[in-house]
């Protein structure tokens, strides 16, 4: 299943400048989701982050990656016009830098759910090479 942003906005609550997921390729609810991010000179944070030599935040490429999950847990309709939170973010790990140009691929499975507290294993690649990893804990509110 392939979503637009417009698709995507009728999930997550998230809105510009800060969705940062710009398509979803691969969608199983409550399962995995596998989105885009084609990162752009023009985003915002760019202008700080850093001037001479432009990197994206990690703590962005991990707020992509959870709302890239939020897509796959929030599908189930059970969950319709609920929000996802961060409960946790374990075991991140940062292993190359993302920089304009660079297209993000965001993976995140579900590893774990009781209730509305649940656990997805994150990736981040660019071009088939890892940028990030995390384990993360949400909750469905």
Request: with cysteine.
């Given at each position: 299943?392939?979503m637009?942003?417009?698709e995507?906005?009728?999930i997550?609550?998230?809105r510009?400048?800060?969705?940062?997921?710009d398509?979803?390729?691969?969608?199983e609810?409550?399962?995995?989701?596998?989105?885009k991010?084609?990162?752009s000179?023009?985003?915002?944070?760019?202008?700080?982050?850093f001037?001479?030599?432009?990197?994206m935040p990690?703590?962005l490429i991990?707020?992509?990656l959870?709302?890239?999950?939020?897509v796959?847990?929030l599908?189930?309709p059970?969950?319709?016009?609920?929000t996802a939170?961060?409960?946790?973010i374990d075991?991140?790990?940062?292993?190359?830098?993302?920089v304009?140009?660079?297209v993000?691929?965001?993976?995140?499975?579900i590893?774990?759910?009781?209730?509305?507290?649940?656990?997805?294993?994150?990736?981040?690649?660019?071009?088939?090479?890892?940028a990030?990893?995390a384990?993360m804990?949400f909750a469905?509110?």
């Amino acid at each position: 299943m392939v979503m637009d942003i417009n698709e995507i906005m009728k999930i997550i609550p998230h809105r510009q400048p800060f969705l940062l997921i710009d398509r979803i390729e691969e969608l199983e609810p409550g399962v995995y989701a596998m989105g885009k991010k084609c990162v752009s000179y023009n985003e915002p944070f760019f202008n700080g982050h850093f001037p001479q030599e432009p990197v994206m935040p990690g703590v962005l490429i991990l707020e992509a990656l959870a709302q890239t999950g939020a897509v796959a847990i929030l599908s189930l309709p059970e969950n319709k016009g609920k929000t996802a939170y961060f409960g946790a973010i374990d075991k991140a790990k940062f292993k190359r830098k993302v920089v304009p140009g660079d297209v993000l691929t965001l993976e995140l499975k579900i590893v774990k759910q009781k209730g509305a507290i649940g656990v997805g294993e994150a990736k981040a690649t660019v071009d088939g090479k890892v940028a990030a990893t995390a384990e993360m804990t949400f909750a469905i509110g």
